[in-house]
């Protein structure tokens, strides 16, 4: 019998994560949106993870997005909360509201309703900003997942955000929306 509530894949790639991250001695942090918490509790799954992991926002309003992260009114009013602009601004914030070296945020369309056709149900927004990076340099991307249903588009979400969070991961260098 085993001792946890998440799917084998997504323990399986958050142990990946916290024993990379642990080798690396680096310290991570998310901001979710879409995934509400799903990466952090995969990764608080793994026994000792508090080595390596940080904190974990999670900023499903808009109203979070500006009061936890500091995310600007203009950027959510001109692009809207799924975009890379908002997403680097929640990757910039956790990294200002935290001691981690690393952070990734996650906003998105997860249905079943809420898509246009700009950005459809699957939409998801992905950043990640490091410690003493350049904030110039903006790491983001969508990526448009396969409406499976609410549960699948989260799942892949965390699984892609649990990549990002790797040592040495080239962000979205590949498209392999799975």
Known sequence: MTDRVLPDKLYE?????????????????LAESCTGGLVS???????????????GFVTYSNDAKLDVLDVSLDLLETFGSVSIAVA??????????????????ITGIAGPDGGTEKKPVGTVVFARA??????????????????????????????CALELLMPGAEPFSSSDDE
């Open 130 to 159: 490091e410690r003493g990076a350049d904030p110039q340099n903006v790491v983001a991307d969508a990526r448009h997942f396969d409406n499976e249903g609410r549960g699948s588009i989260r799942l892949q979400a965390a699984l």
């Open 13 to 29: 790639s958050a142990k990946r994560v916290v024993d990379a991250n642990r080798a690396a001695n680096r310290r991570i942090a």
């Open 88 to 105: 680097w601004s929640m990757a910039q914030g956790v990294l200002e509201h935290s001691d981690a070296d690393v952070a990734v945020a």
């Open 41 to 55: 509790a995969a990764l608080t799954e793994i026994p000792g993870s508090s080595d390596i992991f940080e904190t």
